[in-house]
């Protein structure tokens, strides 16, 4: 019984007489007929295929075959014998090489990606009675890769059975380098096409000059590996060096800030507005002999100058350099015009952004106070934090403002809106609320009067705003809230927290509209914060949330942070500005702190100096709750009943009489061991005061009696227009 067909598989141990190595043939294939059918010659030395012998074919075959370089060969299925000439030896690389003629063996010489695809086609094509080709790798001994392409066919026995498989083999390592060639050009044309995608992507993300200068100088150009880099921009006929690459620094110096000479490749290439290419060093002489001496100088050997053009404008110039002399193809040429145009396009967004940043920042710092003004007894420190988008200008502002007596107010505001209008409006108020605060008036007044002045502009915006003036002598503030946040107190052992204060409608809202004071005591050491709404709220945190936050922060209660309660004050509005800035801010921040350092040598300034409004007559029973805090912490408070008394009777009368404002001083003054409490109220009437004695039922009239008779000595002296009335008492 006859075996059936094997495939090309593991080698097939043979007989002794088969497995003889022959040397290389050197008789070609023919084809078989007649008796000599099948019948195997071996070669001399056992190198190489054996070769099949036969003189039935014609004599045109062999010389078409060797002009065309294509070998034959034989492979006897059912003994696993291959046969083949001299040229298919030759194409194989099995020239002088030993071969054992098995199918497995043949298989082993094949790239490994290859051989298991030949192996598929050959076991269809001997199940199927049919033809198979295939196109595959072989690695030579001396390492070199080539690539064969075959064509068989396998014949039947009598009986039907794959009994033979012959057919041609010919050299297609050409048609691999071509292969190679594309596959590696696809895969350069995949590369900068990605890079174009990642390059216009990192450029579109640069927001200032800064970045596409920084993002520029790093691209890595795929399949070009410049040595040099430089991005420049065109000034009123000079180049400003934006930023380089693979030059020194002394280099880049030299040619920063200096005119374009016109006949300098950079410059022609700006007034053709197309790229300049220069491949060598000698064409660079021949071409632009005036600027060779840069050429010269910066060690290229060839250039491609980029001019920058937006919206048919030349903005600059880039230049990419290499050390050898390189002709660039088409194709390097369109991808460098292709980042030329990126470049370009992003420098002239970044500029414009620049300009637009530039513009809002100068803006804003004339809004702002230029510097906190010092004043003695307090310590403020004060930040400005621009939204992260926009802009970055808004009608958020802060203000320190000096007041009379050496008191101090803080103020914090938000305009509503966050662009120039609501900047401009912003700059007005603040003006407005300054000037009100030093006149002297009390916070409940101003700001009721600013909120008058908000909507007396007719903006259709309004404003949030606390205001807190600080007694500087001891510790005392007075706070109005109108629609803004409660300030965050630290207190002296490191806690903070809010200090709720009595609210009104926001500026602008309602003119008519009056503020309630709310009064608190800061110990030395003890610091106010002041901020607006950025800084504890966005579309991610409520209000609660912030709050917590802003006090943790502020107490210390954060990892790494230190403990003590009287830390810099600079150091801790750093602090708060650094929380702020974890995350995108949506909002602009103002900042503000105070912190009261207390009198100096552990007791309070001995002198109190209030302003009463004309028509605030709520400010005298404010003054006289300040006097009595003043004489207790003076240490005189058996004089507090009978200061209050006669102060608030000069007051009174000076209001009731007079037209104008009234100034309120009191001091205590130490001589030899006893305390002596002198209090002045001046105003700017002509009207003299006149003692006299009421009747038994008037209502008024005992003012200057009860001094009389109640102060040690008092008097009334003139002041340029008005006068100034006074009493002293003794301790």
Excluded at 104 to 123: C, T
């Amino acid at each position: 019984m006859a075996t059936e067909p094997e495939a090309p598989g593991p080698a097939r141990r043979t007989p002794p007489a088969q497995a003889t190595r022959n040397e290389t043939t050197v008789h070609p294939l023919r084809t078989a007929v007649g008796p000599a059918a099948g019948r195997t010659v071996p070669p001399p030395s056992g190198r190489g295929l054996p070769t099949r012998t036969g003189d039935s074919s014609p004599e045109w075959l062999e010389p078409a075959m060797a002009a065309n370089g294509i070998g034959s060969f034989d492979w006897d299925i059912r003994r696993d014998v291959l046969v083949g000439d001299q040229r298919a030896c030759t194409i194989l690389g099995l020239v002088g090489q030993v071969f054992d003629r098995t199918s497995a063996s043949f298989l082993a010489l094949l790239h490994p990606e290859d051989a298991p695809v030949v192996r598929r086609r050959v076991e269809r094509a001997v199940a199927e009675l049919g033809q198979c080709g295939a196109y595959y790798r072989t690695v030579f001994p001396n390492g070199e890769l080539h690539a064969v392409r075959f064509r068989g066919r396998v014949l039947a026995d009598a009986f039907g059975r794959p009994s033979r498989m012959v057919g041609f083999v010919w050299d297609a390592t050409v048609e691999l380098h071509k292969r190679e060639r594309a596959d590696e050009q696809a895969l350069l044309r995949e590369e900068r096409s990605r890079f174009i995608k990642e390059a216009a992507r990192a450029l579109s993300e640069a927001v200032t000059v800064r970045d596409v200068a920084r993002v520029f100088t790093e691209l890595p150009l795929p399949g070009l590996g410049p040595e040099g880099l430089a991005l420049a921009s065109l000034e009123a006929g000079r180049i400003a060096l934006l930023g380089s690459s693979g030059y020194h620094s002394g280099l880049s110096d030299r040619f920063d800030r200096i005119p374009l000479a016109p006949t300098h490749p950079a410059a022609e290439a700006i007034r053709q507005r197309a790229p300049i290419f220069v491949s060598s060093r000698e064409e660079y002489r021949e071409r632009y002999p005036a600027a060779w001496d840069w050429a010269e100088e910066s060690g290229r050997s060839s250039w491609a100058f980029l001019p920058l053009v937006a919206s048919g404008r030349p903005t600059g110039i880039c230049v990419v350099s290499f050390d050898d002399a390189r002709e660039l193809d088409a194709d390097e040429r369109t991808l460098l015009s292709t980042l030329g145009g990126l470049v370009a396009q992003s420098l002239a967004r970044a500029r414009l952004h620049d300009a637009e940043h530039e513009l809002a920042a100068g803006l804003q710092r004339v809004m702002l106070p230029r510097t906190v003004p010092a004043v003695p007894g307090v310590s403020t420190a004060v930040r400005y934090l621009a939204a992260g988008s926009g802009l970055q200008i808004g009608g958020d502002w802060y203000d320190v403002v000096p007041l009379p007596g050496g008191h101090v107010g803080l103020v914090i505001g938000d305009v509503q809106g966050h662009d120039v209008h609501a900047a401009g409006i912003m700059g007005q108020l603040r003006i407005a609320l300054r000037a009100y605060a030093a006149e002297g008036h009390p916070p409940a007044a101003v700001m009721a009067r600013a909120s008058r002045f908000l909507a007396d502009l007719d903006t259709d915006h309004f404003a949030t705003c606390t205001y807190a003036e600080v007694n500087v002598d001891y510790g005392v503030v007075y706070a109005v809230r109108a629609g803004h946040l409660d300030p965050v107190v630290r207190r002296a052992d490191g806690t903070a927290h809010p200090v709720p204060v009595s609210g009104g409608l926001p500026l602008g809202v309602d003119p008519d509209e009056e503020y309630r004071v709310t009064r608190f005591s800061l110990d030395p050491g003890e610091t106010v914060v002041l901020c607006t709404d950025g800084l504890v709220e966005a579309r991610d945190m409520d209000l609660d949330t912030g709050f917590a936050r802003l006090c943790a922060t502020v107490s210390g209660e954060l990892p790494g942070i230190d403990e003590s309660p009287r830390e810099p004050l600079e150091e801790l509005a750093d602090r708060i500005a650094t929380q702020a800035s974890d995350s995108e801010r949506e909002d602009d921040i103002a900042l503000l702190l105070l912190r009261w350092d207390g009198p100096a040598g552990g007791r309070a300034a001995q002198q109190l100096r209030r302003r009463i409004g004309q028509a605030d007559l709520a400010r005298i029973s404010e003054l006289r709750g300040e006097l009595r805090d003043a004489l207790r912490r003076w240490g005189v408070p058996d004089l507090i009943d009978t200061a209050e008394l006669l102060s608030s009777e000069l007051v009174t009368n000076a209001i009731r009489h007079t037209d104008r404002d009234a100034m309120f001083t009191a001091r205590l003054y130490q001589e030899n061991g006893r305390a002596r409490l002198r209090v002045e109220v001046e105003d700017e009437s002509d009207l003299w005061p006149t003692r006299r004695t009421p009747g038994e039922q008037a209502s008024s009239g005992r003012g200057l009696m009860l001094v009389e008779a109640l102060a040690d000595t008092w008097g009334v002296e003139p002041r340029g227009s008005g006068k100034r009335m006074w009493f002293e008492l003794s301790s």
